[in-house]
């Protein structure tokens, strides 16, 4: 062989070495790169979650100011209101009296109903909750 194969030969060995050496140094650089990522990306996430879950304590916490009795209470009163805006509708005169009776008694039942609906959803929430799965800390997600 001619000395010009021996150095184009050599040229070619000694890049292919370099580049591969490179090549090596660049994806270690990226692998630790990306596993400090996933770290600050996983810390990230259980943080996350634990705001979620603090937000979701806080409505839960909100939602049930009320209780059923307390519901059950407004529908008597809304039953009362509808019994008294009848008796009133019998006397002249009454008629203001009486359409703020039926104003009363609807908004009356519209609460009654939202509360009612309210506690449902509350106790649904609660019992979604308690599962295992949304407990903070275990696994990325």
Do not use: C
């Amino acid at each position: 062989m001619q000395n010009e194969t021996y150095i184009i030969l050599f040229g070619l060995l000694a890049g292919w070495a370099l580049t591969s050496f490179y090549f090596l140094k660049a994806m270690k650089r990226v692998n630790r790169l990306r596993h400090s990522d996933l770290k600050q990306y996983q810390t990230d996430l259980n943080e996350a979650k634990q705001r979620y879950l603090g937000l979701y304590r806080q409505t839960l916490s909100f939602g049930t100011f009320l209780s059923r009795e307390d519901a059950h209470l407004l529908l008597n009163t809304a039953d009362s209101l509808r019994l008294a805006q009848e008796t009133w509708k019998a006397f002249p005169g009454t008629e203001p009296v009486s359409a703020k009776a039926n104003a009363q008694q609807v908004q009356i039942k519209q609460l009654a109903d939202r509360a009612l609906t309210t506690l449902g959803m509350a106790s649904k929430l609660t019992a979604d909750f308690n599962r295992p799965e949304w407990t903070v800390g275990r696994g990325a997600a």
